[in-house]
């Protein structure tokens, strides 16, 4: 299956159908959205609200629920990953996140202020089916491709996610911008109606993808509990063992751990602390998906040069300066942001996922349970990120503290790779 044109076009189809939920409900659409529901329900000037007693703000609340929703995900992704490689069933594991995610980004059509907490947990479900799906689609990439491979169709896969997205993005903001081309549609019904569509997106797009990928080999397990264990004992062991690995991952640990937290709070934090309008906003980060696909081409490109530590050792780099001039901007400056940000968002992403397939031990039959770890670094970046960012931002008072927060987290990345230059050169 190796270099088999079909089947990496399978796996490259699933990057286009997940990337939309990444646009739209984490980055554009959805925050706005849910920024008009909680001052809706605020009876406050300070536009917060109550739930079991605390008070919280939008932006803060929302980064907790990131957070408890990939603090699941950590703990699932092991044991299911090694099920998969025990069990042969990456596919069906695969198929199972893609429906859970794609049916609950469907049900969010039906957010009002009336359901907030529902809605809330139909959004934590799909960020759940969103991380798991990742997990074994990833797991492929070693599977369906040499090493040699690897960057250019790790790149490609974010480059046609990043075009989908904006695809269909384009599509929503029609209908937020345009509303009397489909019959003066109002602006909330719009917002849901883009939920829906990237339920349906995924869905649609998920299935080819599935069924364009290598077929399940079933294999019976005697003790799924001691054989689960045995082998997450041995993963672990292997994963010490391999120094380079060892540095790679805990510098990926916390350089993804800025990267994504900015990912996932940029639109609330231009909606509610710099008081970007909403189709201001949804534009500017429309434009940062665009540049990430150029972003990602050109990281591949170096990559071949420089090589892959260094291209994102110095990405991380640029990625400090980023955090520190958050701190500072005002309206103006968080457009020019948004550039770099697209730049280095798309090739870091995609590298890094490479990378980390260059230092799985050759011909393994362990891809899903190596794959579930890198997971659980990305994961649990996200959840210490945008659960610092919360915590901090609700502490002292400012979501400016948390953006310096970030920048240290791209430092310590910095470190663990400068000093993964000095071992195996990938």
């Known amino acids: 299956m190796q270099n088999n044109s079909q089947v990496q076009k399978g796996w490259i189809?699933?990057?286009?159908?997940?990337?939309?939920?990444?646009?739209?409900?984490?980055?554009?659409?959805?925050?706005?959205?849910?920024?008009?529901?909680?001052?809706?329900?605020?009876?406050?000037?300070?536009?917060?609200?109550?739930?079991?007693?605390?008070?919280?703000?939008?932006?803060?609340?929302?980064?907790?629920?990131?957070?408890?929703s990939f603090l699941?995900?950590?703990?699932?992704?092991?044991?299911?990953?090694?099920?998969?490689?025990?069990?042969?069933?990456?596919?069906?594991?695969?198929?199972?996140?893609?429906?859970?995610?794609?049916?609950?980004?469907?049900?969010?059509?039906?957010?009002?202020?009336?359901?907030?907490?529902?809605?809330?947990?139909?959004?934590?479900?799909?960020?759940?089916?969103?991380?798991?799906?990742?997990?074994?689609?990833?797991a492929y990439l070693p599977q369906i491709a040499t090493p040699d491979q690897y960057d250019k169709l790790s790149a490609k896969g974010y480059m046609w996610?990043?075009?989908?997205?904006?695809?269909?993005?384009?599509?929503?903001?029609?209908?937020?911008?345009?509303?009397?081309?489909?019959?003066?549609?109002?602006?909330?019904?719009?917002?849901?109606?883009?939920?829906?569509?990237?339920?349906?997106?995924?869905?649609?797009?998920?299935?080819y993808s599935l069924y364009l990928l290598p077929k399940d080999e079933p294999k019976k397990i005697e003790n799924f509990t001691k054989q689960t264990f045995q082998k997450l004992n041995e993963i672990i062991k292997e994963i010490s063992e391999n120094r380079s690995m060892t540095i790679f991952l805990w510098g990926f640990f916390f350089y993804n751990m800025g990267l994504q937290t900015v990912m996932y709070i940029a639109g609330i934090f231009g909606e509610s602390e710099l008081h970007i309008k909403g189709g201001i906003l949804i534009v500017t980060i429309l434009l940062v998906q665009i540049l990430a696909i150029v972003g990602a081409y050109f990281f591949a490109f170096f990559s071949k040069k420089y090589g892959n530590v260094a291209v994102i050792f110095w990405a991380t780099i640029l990625w400090i300066g980023v955090c520190l001039s958050a701190y500072f901007i005002n309206q103006t400056g968080f457009f020019v942001l948004a550039i770099f940000i697209g730049l280095l968002m798309g090739g870091i992403q995609s590298l890094s996922r490479a990378t980390f397939a260059k230092y799985l031990p050759e011909n393994t039959s362990k891809r899903n349970a190596y794959f579930g770890f890198y997971e659980i670094t990305d994961k649990l970046g996200i959840v210490l990120g945008t659960f610092s960012y919360g915590f901090i931002a609700q502490m002292t008072g400012s979501v400016r503290n948390s953006v310096v927060a970030l920048a240290i987290y791209f430092f310590v990345g910095a470190i663990f790779l400068f000093f993964l230059k000095t071992t195996k050169k990938i």
């Not at 980055?27 to 009876?43: A, G």
């Not at 099920?83 to 794609?102: C, H, I, P, Q, T």
């Not at 849901?192 to 569509?197: A, H, I, P, V, Y």
């Open 72 to 138: 699941v995900a950590v703990f699932l992704h092991p044991f299911l990953s090694v099920l998969a490689d025990e069990s042969g069933r990456k596919k069906a594991f695969m198929r199972f996140f893609v429906y859970l995610g794609g049916t609950s980004t469907l049900g969010l059509f039906f957010f009002t202020k009336e359901n907030l907490l529902f809605s809330m947990f139909l959004v934590m479900l799909s960020l759940i089916g969103f991380s798991g799906s990742l997990v074994f689609y990833n």
């Open 13 to 68: 189809i699933y990057d286009w159908a997940n990337s939309a939920h990444a646009t739209v409900i984490v980055s554009t659409i959805f925050p706005v959205y849910y920024e008009n529901i909680i001052k809706n329900l605020s009876t406050n000037t300070q536009k917060t609200i109550f739930l079991w007693g605390i008070e919280f703000s939008g932006n803060i609340l929302f980064s907790y629920m990131v957070a408890i």
């Open 161 to 207: 996610g990043y075009i989908g997205s904006v695809l269909l993005m384009v599509q929503n903001l029609s209908m937020l911008l345009a509303p009397g081309l489909y019959g003066g549609m109002s602006e909330g019904f719009a917002c849901r109606l883009s939920f829906g569509l990237v339920g349906f997106w995924w869905l649609i797009f998920g299935q």
